[in-house]
């Protein structure tokens, strides 16, 4: 199986803040951010993958700060490891008041997403070739969290 290398699938995504994605006091839902970064992890995994992908887990997502009506958030994806049909997509999301131009760091989260084929079965997904020290970086840090939750699991 070839391998792809992680500017091939870099996604990013952006969206304004509207009444119908936040509560009454203008805060955006949890849920909303986390519905469009799904997307965008498919997006990111499908472009590595094809388009048969599905998301089999979410990790840890902290809300560091508040989003609200008005902003522009903008979900920043890259594939940070690959297991033999997993694939790791790390997102990074910030918030912009448009009016100042002020950017903020929102939100991190993982996505782990599986290629599959058109019955739905595990198939290879194409190894990741991490160019840059940063993306090796990734790499390793992707490849230690798969190896603790498989410990996790099997507890």
Avoid: W
Wanted: proline content about 3%.
């Amino acid at each position: 199986m070839h391998g792809k290398t992680v500017k091939v699938s870099q996604t990013e995504m952006s969206q304004l803040m509207l009444p119908q994605h936040a509560n009454l006091a203008g805060m955006v839902y949890g849920g909303t951010i986390l519905h469009i970064a799904d997307s965008v992890a498919y997006v990111c995994a499908s472009r590595h993958a094809g388009p048969n992908c599905l998301t089999v887990s979410v990790d840890r997502v902290d809300f560091h700060e508040p989003i609200r009506i008005g902003e522009v958030v903008s979900f920043f994806a890259s594939i940070n490891y690959v297991g033999r049909s997993s694939m790791e997509v790390g997102i990074k999301i910030f918030a912009e008041d448009l009016r100042t131009g002020k950017k903020r760091h929102t939100n991190s989260c993982y996505f782990t997403m599986v290629c599959v084929d058109e019955k739905g079965h595990s198939k290879e997904a194409p190894r990741l070739l991490p160019e840059t020290e940063e993306e090796k970086r990734r790499y390793q840090e992707g490849e230690r969290r798969r190896e603790l939750a498989r410990k996790t699991l099997k507890k």
